[in-house]
């Protein structure tokens, strides 16, 4: 109730999240009970629970959409929606310094990336342009825009934007966790109802054209997909490397698994492996805990890759034609 | 799923992806049942007058229908099977022969999930083309031949009433390209209307019952037989040319 009383009383955005923040406080309890069992030091502060919080759904939501993605040859297309989050960071402080707005510059992260999302599918349909032109197209816009507004008002601008830029552990805030849960639930829900038509336009795009789906509608969702997913890891991970999860933990799966059910489950595997191993070494390193995730991941990455050819080499291979094939025993169309 | 009229039509129809068409009053039915096959050389339209019966593409001039509907507008997409030469995902996606075939039936279920007659039909389907035994197996691990025989299940999965089949036998062993076409065959026997677009003449001239030689405009529409005695092939390729070997 008392965290009601401070939600109403403080920002209209507050008072709309204050269910995620009851949300919070629970997953709180449980970690400092945790804590009290096991004795481990990380988890005696509240921004450790946050930002761990905060981990797991980047562990399930950047391999998620990562996977289909990369198996579309998009990887770089998480880089590209990560510049331009940095200019929506970039918009949300300079609205804030100029003009004393008190937007959260995640908010405006998340409107610039999906804007841009939309921009990137946009430039491919009406140019005809190969997708990496227009990624490569907005990347720069993006990166401009936010190096030009930083210089504008340089001095708030550029110590707040540090954070922004590598990641941060200590500073998610419970207003940053609360929207990540939001855009969390948004990316899982969505996936789970669209998988079928996401894997269609994935596998093969004319097919999926042919059999009815609007493949122009699907890649619009998979890239604004893509920009919520970036905005949300965008806090621990840092707009330099948030894409690296988007491909990493996706790429390593795929050299282990035998089907794509098998492969997303295997890169949300690895990319919690990931991200709880990193933002450990991370604490008791002190090091930035956006590079500790992607060096881990990418260090699995590696053993996946050995384990892959292991597979390889012990399996089975060797594939046999198959000689006479006739329809005439058994028609599926007649079911 | 009968139909009394054509499957697909063109009447009249001319596109150009510039100024220049690829493909110029051309008019085309094919009724249920038919074997059709379209040959011609490179850049001769073929592709682009797949896209337009299928609807993909919409034509500059005249009219594309798909069961009676304009082709763009139509939207029962599991009626209509398509079988390429790759299908467009990175060649080290990690997906099985079956989840392959499954996709067959995504037409059918739309948001929802796979049934169990669903996945009788799919078993059904994987049986019918051989492909039993390797249902589990990686799409990346099969052989061309075995891969172009997953897609027509996939196509057979979704109860398709048309197969269309864009160079479907490219990269694919001679072997395996004669046990390819035997099972064209044998789904054609059990009434699915066929339109292969294929550059290897002796497989046209040796399984389809009707050609379409295709060179911008159409040269030669008729029994597979009559195609074989006419010049259509001379005319449509600019030079001396018979059948017994590749078009493209």
Redesign the interface.
């Known amino acids: 109730m008392s965290l009601l009383l401070v939600a109403l009383q403080s920002s209209p955005l507050d008072a709309v999240l204050w269910p995620l923040y009851l949300l919070l406080e629970l997953w709180t309890d449980l970690l400092f009970w945790v804590a009290g069992v096991t004795g481990l030091e990380l988890l005696q502060y509240r921004f450790m629970h946050r930002a761990i919080l905060v981990g797991l759904c980047i562990g399930v939501m950047a391999p998620l959409i990562g996977t289909f993605l990369v198996h579309r040859q998009l990887a770089l297309i998480g880089d590209a929606l990560a510049h331009t989050a940095f200019a929506g960071v970039a918009v949300g402080l300079f609205l804030n310094g100029v003009l004393e707005l008190g937007v959260s510059p995640y908010l405006t992260a998340v409107v610039v990336a999906m804007l841009s999302a939309l921009l990137i599918e946009l430039i491919s349909e009406a140019t005809d342009a190969y997708n990496d032109v227009s990624m490569a197209i907005v990347l720069s816009t993006g990166f401009a825009l936010g190096t030009v507004l930083i210089s504008i008002n340089a001095g708030g601008l550029a110590v707040g934007i540090n954070q922004f830029l590598f990641g941060n552990l200590s500073t998610v805030s419970m207003e940053n966790a609360a929207i990540l849960l939001v855009l969390f639930t948004v990316i899982v829900v969505t996936v789970a109802v669209t998988r079928n038509q996401l894997l269609y336009v994935t596998f093969d795009e004319t097919a999926a054209a042919v059999s009815g789906l609007s493949v122009g509608w699907y890649n619009r969702i998979m890239v604004m997909l893509t920009a919520l997913v970036v905005v949300g890891a965008m806090q621990i991970m840092g707009v330099i490397l948030v894409a690296a999860m988007l491909v990493v933990p996706v790429a390593g799966a795929a050299q282990v698994s035998r089907s794509f059910s098998q492969s997303l489950l295997v890169s949300v595997v690895l990319a919690e492996l990931a991200v709880l191993l990193g933002i450990g070494v991370s604490y008791y390193a002190g090091a930035t805990a956006g590079g500790v995730i992607v060096l881990v991941a990418v260090a699995i990455y590696v053993v996946a890759v050995v384990v892959g050819k292991v597979q390889t080499a012990v399996g089975d291979e060797t594939v046999a034609e198959v000689g006479h094939i006739s329809a005439e025993d058994a028609d599926p169309t007649s079911d | 799923?009968t139909n009394d009229g054509p499957v697909a039509e063109l009447d009249g129809v001319s596109f150009g992806y510039t100024a220049t068409p690829v493909v110029e009053d051309v008019s085309l039915r094919i009724d249920p049942g038919e074997y059709v096959a379209v040959v011609g050389p490179n850049g001769s339209g073929k592709s682009t007058l797949m896209r337009l019966l299928?609807g993909?593409v919409r034509p500059d001039s005249g009219q594309a229908r798909l069961f009676g509907e304009p082709a763009h507008r139509?939207?029962?997409?599991?009626r209509?099977g398509?079988v390429?030469q790759e299908?467009?995902?990175?060649k080290?996606?990690?997906?099985?022969v079956r989840?392959?075939v499954k996709?067959g039936r995504?037409?059918h279920?739309?948001?929802g999930r796979l049934s169990r007659?669903d996945a009788?039909?799919v078993d059904?389907?994987l049986?019918?083309?051989?492909?039993a035994?390797?249902a589990?197996?990686?799409v990346t691990?099969?052989?061309g031949?075995?891969r172009q025989?997953t897609?027509i299940a996939?196509a057979?999965?979704?109860?398709?009433?048309l197969l269309?089949l864009d160079e479907p036998t490219v990269g694919v062993d001679a072997?395996?390209v004669a046990?390819f076409y035997?099972?064209l065959d044998?789904?054609h026997?059990?009434?699915?209307t066929i339109l292969l677009i294929e550059h290897d003449l002796r497989a046209v001239t040796d399984h389809a019952e009707r050609v379409v030689c295709l060179n911008r405009e159409v040269y030669f529409d008729g029994p597979t037989a009559a195609f074989v005695e006419s010049d259509a092939l001379a005319r449509a390729f600019g030079t001396a040319m018979a059948v017994g070997g590749d078009a493209g």
């Open positions: 799923m299928l993909l139509f939207d029962d997409g599991a209509i398509y390429a299908a467009s995902a990175s080290e996606m990690p997906i099985t989840e392959v996709m995504f037409p279920v739309g948001f007659d009788r039909i059904r389907a049986e019918t083309v051989g492909m035994a390797f589990d197996r990686r691990q099969l052989s031949g075995q025989r897609f996939r057979l999965a979704s109860e398709a009433d269309v072997e395996s046990a035997d099972l044998s789904l026997d059990t009434g699915i």
